[in-house]
């Protein structure tokens, strides 16, 4: 097989012989012949190997060809380069810089000039005033903001000094004089700058999350802080990261099962899904749940994980909430388009989550310190008056037998008695925490009827047995007709009984549950009331525990009449009665 030769680029001048040259290397070269004008184009054209040329041809071949390969390099690099001098001329310029909209290369003539006329300052003083030499060619950075078309752009601007005929700058050594340019690089950072004013943007919602200055815990329940959470988290989900479909739920750490706590622009079908953090059978929440993995589901109506979420199946992206390395629950996005998430959404979903699950864990803080606090309260309270109780006891009965004859000092020394063994009970009421009515026995001695609640037949449905009885005794007592339950799938039972024969003497003007019972939720309870009767009103009860509040905020968003918050007394549950009660709207 006959190898290819190499070739010969040869460029024609007055001491050069090409008939000559072709006899002599036409035996081992391909020669090529060109003019010097025509040199660059020849040599990169024709793949030549060698070139052979006069001393005065060669030289400005050499700068040509090491100039055109240097422009190769400044091009291919990404980035806009030019050489400005001091009056604000661009020299040269690459390709990419000239393809910049002439606004951005005016703003970057204008700070290599700037930087220019301070390289010049920083080279005529002392080295002692600037630092040095090393000082005096340090890069200076500048950062271009356009924000009508939020455009962003970085530019690194070095001095260069070139040493030509037409004097600039006083050189301070020897030689001619120095004429200092600035050459620059111009870096467009538009997506670096979005994202971290993204990030930002993202940094300051979390911490307005978590912010529950004093008031807002001084005076607003658990729910109204949660619901104050709920409004900032739908806000900032809209706005930063247009999240319009979303679904936050919380991890049952005894039942596994995912609370929902919040949602916006979720169906009711999706919402009232009971889930839990397993693998299989529980959705992508319930997968993410499980494994602590985020998860993008590009396409729902093909994913066998997915259960429902929204009633046009596209995309969905889930990722947990994680406080101190622990899942605590879910935030779930929803989206009617295929592919409507990608790996920078997972992200700031990601991020926001955190802060989320934050807020969250702060508002389950203070229901325990505040159930902590009232425990130590009752217990030093009970403890500082155990003592003067007793000796106001003994006092007396020493008293009652100085004073035997003495009816009228003896009827006063009842009275101090009754008051003592109220003062006791009360105590105990007290010590109780949520296991007690305050001020129940008054209501039932007293045995006053209310006109507005006499014949009212209310239901209610609570796990504790002795607040549950409490409940219907006060109520009794001023003239209800109460129905009691001792969990939620009765109360419920009886509501869809009553809803399928809405039998006048089976019905109901007033619903009270508990929230957290063993078998279902206060929620439940609620919805149950609702389809039974829209106008049906219901008051949620809840205490100290696990996101107690979370059936109420959903409650609430569908109408829900008030909320109790054990221990509670029996003149608030009275007049909280009477309220949602008188709200009803009167029967035909």
Known sequence: MTQSRPKLLVLGGP?????????????????????PDAAIRTLEGEGCHAVLAE???FFPLERDLVGRQSS??????????????????????NQLYRDLLEPVRKRVVHVCRHAVEHFIQQRNQPESATGGPEATNRTRRFKLNFRKSQRYFEVLV????????????????????????????VRDVTATERLNR????????????????ADIVRKMHPTERLRLIEERVRHYAHELLHFDHFAIRMLHPETSRLDLVMSSGIPEKARNIELYAEMEGNGLSGYVAATGQSCISNNTANDPRYIYGLETPGSSLTVPLRVHDRIVGVFNIESSQQDAFNDRDRQFAQIFASYIAGALHTLNLLLVEKHTTSEFASGTVTGEIRGPLNDLAAEVDLLRKENEGNHAMLA????????????????????????TLLGADEVIESGTIDPALKGKRVLVADNDETIRELIRDVLSAVGCRVVTCDDATSAIRLLETWRHTFDADEGFDLVISDIRMD????????????EAS?????????????????????ATQEGLQGVLFKPFAAKTLIEDVRAAILKMPRKA
């Not at 001491?15 to 003019?35: F, K, M, N, P, Q």
């Not at 070095?158 to 690089?185: E, F, H, R, Y």
């Not at 078998?519 to 609702?530: K, L, N, S």
């Open 15 to 35: 001491h050069i012989d090409t008939d000559a040259l072709g006899e002599t290397l036409g035996r081992y070269y391909d020669l090529v012949e060109s003019s």
């Open 55 to 57: 001393a005065g041809d």
């Open 72 to 93: 190769m390099l400044l091009n291919a690099i990404g980035e806009g380069v030019c050489l400005v001098d001091r009056d604000g001329r661009v020299l040269w310029a």
């Open 158 to 185: 070095s001095p260069v000094a070139s040493k030509l005929n037409a004097p600039s700058v006083p050189s301070q050594g020897q030689g001619a004089p120095t004429i200092m340019l600035a050459a620059a690089v």
């Open 198 to 213: 993204k990030m930002d943007a993202i940094e300051r919602a979390g911490q307005d999350l978590a912010r529950l200055d």
């Open 412 to 435: 006063h020394l009842d009275r101090i008695s009754r008051d003592v063994l109220s003062i006791r009970r009360r105590m105990k009421a007290f010590t109780k925490g949520e296991a």
């Open 519 to 530: 078998d279902r939720t206060g929620y439940e309870v609620f919805a149950a009331a609702r």
């Open 534 to 554: 829209e106008d049906l009103p219901v008051l949620l009860m809840t205490g100290f525990g696990y996101d107690p509040h979370h059936s109420i905020v959903r």
